[in-house]
C-alpha cells in the first residue's frame, strides 16, 4: 500500500525533531487516488503531520472535501501546544482516515477516532486489521515511537544503552584509554542514535574521568537532546565541558551540598534530588534510579540513551531498567580491560539477563548490535 508508506517515510523523516511529541507523518488523497498533500510533525509547539498536510493541499491548490487521510498515529483530540488535529481534518472535510495505531495519551486514547466518526468521516485502525500488511505498518508506526508509548503507558522512557567495545567487550584499557575502539563510521553513527533520543543519561565517573561533551556533532539536528548526569555527590565541574552545547543538563543527586548545588544551577544546571535507601549500613545513598525514570517521564522524556561507565550501567542493569542495548562491536582483541558494566557475578546461567537480538549490521570496519531485554517492548 504505497500511501501507508509514504506516511511512514514522512513519520521516519521527522525522527530527529519531534520530541517530545510522537513521530507522524500524514498523506492526503483525493477521490482520484492522487496524493494531494502530505506532512510530518514540525518541533514541538508547531504543527503536527496532519494540519502540515492539509496546509501542503491548500498550497498546491486541492480541495480536501471528500479526500482520504493516511495516517501514522490517530489524530489528537485536545488542546495541547496545538489544537486538536481530529477537528481540522473534519472541518476541511476529510471524509475517511486510515490510521496505523490508537494514540496511548490518555488525553486522545480514542476521543480523536470518536469525534471524527461522529462528524461523518469513516475510520479505519490499523492495528485492529486483520489485513497483514495493515498490521505490519501498524507494527512500524509503534516501533518509530516506543518512547512515546513506553511514557504514556509504563510512565518511564525507553531507555537505550550505548557501549562501544572490542570483540572480547572491553570498553577501555586497564589505563582508561579508550579513543579510539571504534572507528569513524561507527562513531558517526552513535551520534546519529543521539539525535532520536530525548536526553542523554551519563554518571559522574564518566564526567570526571572522560570530560565528555555529550552532544550530538557532525549532524544538521534541530536540537539537542538533554543531558541527564547520575551524580550523589555534586562532584561535577561548573566548568565541565557539557555544559558547552545548549541544552537543558539535570544532574540527579542523592546528598546535600549547597555551594556545590548554587555553583551548578550558575552553570544552567537543574539539581534534583532523589535518595534512595543506602545500600548498606553507614553507606551514603545513591540516586535512585527507578524515581529518575520516573521524573523523568513527568518531563516529558520518550528516548533515554545511556553513555555511561560499567558502573553506572550495571546499576541500571541490576535494577531491570534498561529496555535495549546498541552494542558496537570492533575487529580488535584487547584483553584485560573496563567491561561494559559490572553486572554480575552470577551463580547460574539462569540467572543471566535473557536478551533477543534485533539486528546485526556492518558500520565501517565495526559492526553494530541491537538487542532487547525479552519481551521488553510488550505494553
Known amino acids: 500500500m504505497p500511501h501507508t508508506a509514504s506516511a511512514l517515510q514522512l513519520a521516519e523523516s521527522a525522527l530527529w525533531r519531534t520530541s517530545p511529541n510522537p513521530r507522524v507523518g500524514c498523506v492526503l488523497v483525493g477521490a482520484d487516488g492522487q496524493v494531494i498533500g502530505q506532512g510530518s510533525t514540525q518541533q514541538a509547539g508547531g504543527p503536527h503531520a496532519e494540519v502540515v498536510a492539509l496546509r501542503d493541499a491548500q498550497a498546491r491548490g486541492h480541495a480536501t472535501a471528500g479526500a482520504t487521510a493516511y495516517v501514522t498515529l490517530e489524530p489528537c483530540a485536545h488542546q495541547g501546544r496545538t489544537g486538536p488535529c481530529c ?3 473534519s472541518a476541511a472535510g476529510i471524509r475517511h482516515v486510515v490510521a496505523a495505531l490508537p494514540d496511548p495519551n490518555p488525553l486522545v486514547a480514542g476521543q480523536g477516532f470518536a469525534h471524527l466518526r461522529a462528524a461523518g468521516v469513516t475510520v479505519e485502525v ?5 489485513d497483514a500488511a495493515l498490521q505490519a505498518w501498524a507494527a512500524a508506526a509503534r516501533e518509530l515511537n516506543l518512547g512515546f508509548f513506553s511514557r504514556m503507558v509504563r510512565k518511564t522512557p525507553w531507555v537505550r544503552m550505548k557501549t562501544a567495545a ?10 582508561g584509554q579508550s579513543q579510539w575502539i571504534t572507528g569513524a563510521a561507527a562513531r558517526a553513527d552513535g551520534h546519529a542514535w543521539r539525535a532520536r533520543a530525548c536526553a542523554l543519561l551519563t554518571g559522574i565517573g564518566t564526567v570526571l574521568q572522560d570530560q565528555p561533551r555529550l552532544d550530538v556533532r557532525g549532524l544538521d539536528t534541530p536540537r539537542q537532546p538533554a543531558l541527564v548526569v547520575v551524580d550523589s555527590d555534586l562532584q561535577t565541574p561548573p566548568d565541565a565541558p557539557l555544559f558547552a552545547a545548549k541544552r537543558p543538563v539535570l544532574i540527579y543527586a542523592a546528598n546535600p551540598h549547597p555551594g556545590r548545588q548554587a555553583a551548578l544551577e550558575k552553570s544552567g544546571a537543574t539539581v534534583v534530588y532523589l535518595a534512595g535507601a543506602p545500600r548498606s549500613p553507614g553507606a551514603s545513598p545513591k540516586v535512585d534510579l527507578a524515581a529518575l525514570l520516573k521524573d523523568l517521564a513527568a518531563r516529558e522524556i520518550n528516548e533515554l540513551h545511556v553513555e555511561a561507565g560499567h558502573k553506572l550501567n550495571g546499576s541500571l542493569l541490576r535494577a531491570g531498567l534498561v529496555d535495549e542495548f546498541l552494542v558496537y562491536l570492533a575487529p580488535l582483541w584487547l584483553g584485560t580491560g573496563a567491561a561494559m558494566s559490572n553486572f554480575g557475578p552470577l551463580a547460574q546461567l539462569a540467572d543471566g539477563l535473557a536478551l533477543q537480538f534485533c539486528s546485526l549490521e556492518p558500520v565501517g ?5 541491537i538487542a532487547r531485554g525479552a519481551g521488553r517492548d510488550v505494553f
Do not use: I, Y
Open 87 to 89: 477537528l481540522a481534518l
Open 126 to 130: 490499523a492495528s485492529e486489521s486483520a
Open 365 to 369: 570496519a565495526d559492526v553494530r548490535l
Open 166 to 175: 572490542s570483540l572480547d567487550g572491553v570498553t577501555a584499557l586497564p589505563n
